[in-house]
């Protein structure tokens, strides 16, 4: 038998040792997208602030003018369908204001020409009616007649959308342009056809395209060109098939098959993302086919590799929007609407259980691309505002930026403005100057405040895989873990949506170590278990910088990663 002196011993165990920690620690990662790191503030910019009131067009529209159209209500809190002045100026006027309150982006509605008077045609609007847009302006920039120009409401002498995004990069936001690939503006059902609506004007001010005033089944495009920009299917509603397979309301139908369209509008945004744009929203993803968008994003990202992107497919079912994230289709990310409808139910009147959120977060065994990469909201500009008391936007939000998911957050609700009111019940109402100078005196402003800004400076809450102790109740516990490259961190993140004071014991995946408060002062040196008090509709978190060791944690994580492996092999088969 060889037999070891204690010297060569010792050296043995040192080089193992040393071997050990030059061994590289595994990837802990729920994404690397660079776009993660930064919170939404999202704006119907019409509705935002009007810095400008010299592009107000008060005067527009004649007997259908565009400005100031109120939609009565009976409780008297009426909604409005004209422009109310809003513009690239007052959103730039508040790019500190977004910024403080910890934001890395901003949103705006589309930016593209729509029709210069109010639609004739459709259904009466009321305060509680959808899809029906009798009297109603493109104030909200959905309704695109030349995608190529400006809207002239939005830009002013001085300002124009370059100067916009130079302007929000020097306050460092990035900017998040709204996007149309389906459609053009409203373009049949009018008592008499009005200029602009159905029609498509190219960036030479050309018309290439006109719906007529004739339902899509009249519609001739083998006969009359004007008519091959526009399907010629008709509406199909819930009693007939799926309202995917036809026309959105009166909107123009744009034809996925003509490759004229495809060319239109890749050029178009080509030009405006051209000017400092960071990021794509894409409206009504789920009303085009998956190849015409795979190639319309290929497009984008071949001269801006790596955009991120994400569509909007109003649709609860996780399986369905799920598909535009993979690889073979979009290749983007989508707004989470499987989560918010849950959210809703958690945070709004109903006040169930956190419980309600495990199954939609999908952080295992799902079927979107990456679960981490989607974004979190729980209401916008088409649905009802939530319907939560202060307490409840503040257990919101205190959820919305710890948890998975990139958080999008709708301008006002950091007051709470107009909570419970639907799309024409003052959904969209005018924000204002007044407001927004105001906010800070909303008691849910200072925590929102407080748990954005947490989040733009901790690297685990923005990309770390989410591991659950708990989600039950009033109580949610979960640690986001981020261990890649030079960054080991560990988050644990204490919820409580009761109305008193909660304390709350952790030991389940709990590494021994000093833990910081994030939130408060001071550390806690941890060697089996945590306990903490976290007050009515609080938080806390506690962060560990250092690689993960405990190995109950580890095995979870491991699992989590594994399943990502195996997601992105299986997708990249499709």
Known sequence: MRSFSKVSLGVSLALIATAAQAAPRPDYVGTLEPFASDAVYFVVTDRFVNGDPSNDHRDQGGKHRTFDIPVPCPDKVDGNIGYLGGDFKGVLNNAEYIRK????????????????????????????????????????GYWGVNFYKLDEHLP???????????????????????????????????????????????????????????????????????????????????????????????????????????????????????QGVDALRIDTIGWLPHPWWNEFVKRIRAEHPGMFMFGEAFD???????????????????????????????????????????????????????????????????????????????????????????????????????????EHAGNRAYFGQERVDAAPQSPIFGP???????????????????????????????????????????????LNKGDTASTFEVSRYLQPGTWRDALGSGSVKVTGSLKAE???????????????????????????MADQKARTERLQTR
């Open 316 to 422: 609860y079912n996780a399986a369905t929007i799920a598909e535009h994230t993979w690889p073979s289709n979009a290749n983007v990310s989508v707004l989470d609407f499987p989560l918010r409808g849950a959210l809703s139910s958690v945070f709004g009147k109903e006040q169930k259980g956190f419980e309600t959120l495990a199954e939609p977060l999908h952080l295992l065994g799902g079927p979107y691309a990456n679960p981490y990469e989607l974004m979190s909201f729980y209401d916008n500009h088409d649905m009802a505002r939530l319907d939560a008391t202060d307490a409840g936007f503040i257990d919101a939000h205190n959820w919305l930026f710890t948890a998975r998911g990139i958080p999008v957050l709708y301008y006002g609700s950091e007051t709470g403005f107009m909570r419970s009111r639907a």
């Open 156 to 274: 002013s002498k001085d300002l124009d959308f370059a100067g916009l995004t130079r302007g929000l990069h020097d306050a460092q936001l990035k900017v998040v342009l709204d996007i149309v690939g389906n459609h053009g503006s409203p373009a049949w059902t009018m008592p008499v056809k009005q200029p602009q609506f159905g029609q498509i004007f190219d960036k030479d001010g050309k018309l290439i395209a006109d719906h007529q005033n004739l339902p899509p089944q009249q519609l001739d495009p083998q006969h009359n060109p004007l008519h091959a920009f526009y399907n010629n299917i008709g509406p199909v509603d819930a009693d007939k098939g799926s309202i995917f397979d036809g026309n959105l309301a009166e909107l123009g139908d744009f034809n996925q098959n003509n490759p004229a369209v495809m060319d239109y509008l890749v050029g178009a945004y080509l030009q405006w993302t051209a």
């Open 448 to 494: 929102l405040q407080r748990i954005s800004l947490l989040r733009q400076n901790t690297p685990a809450l923005q990309r770390g895989l989410q591991v659950t102790e708990r989600l039950q109740g009033d109580q949610a516990v979960f640690y986001r873990v981020l261990q890649h490259g030079d960054t080991a961190q560990t988050a644990l993140v204490l």
């Open 534 to 560: 976290v007050p009515a509709h609080g938080v806390k978190v506690y962060l560990l910088d250092a690689p993960v060791k405990q190995k109950a944690l580890q095995a979870e994580l491991d699992k989590a």
């Open 101 to 140: 309150l910890g934001f890395g982006a901003v949103w705006i509605t589309p930016i593209i020409d729509n029709p210069d008077e109010a639609f004739t045609g459709s259904k009466p609007i009321s305060c509680t009616s959808t899809l029906t847009d009798r009297g109603k302006t493109g104030y909200h």
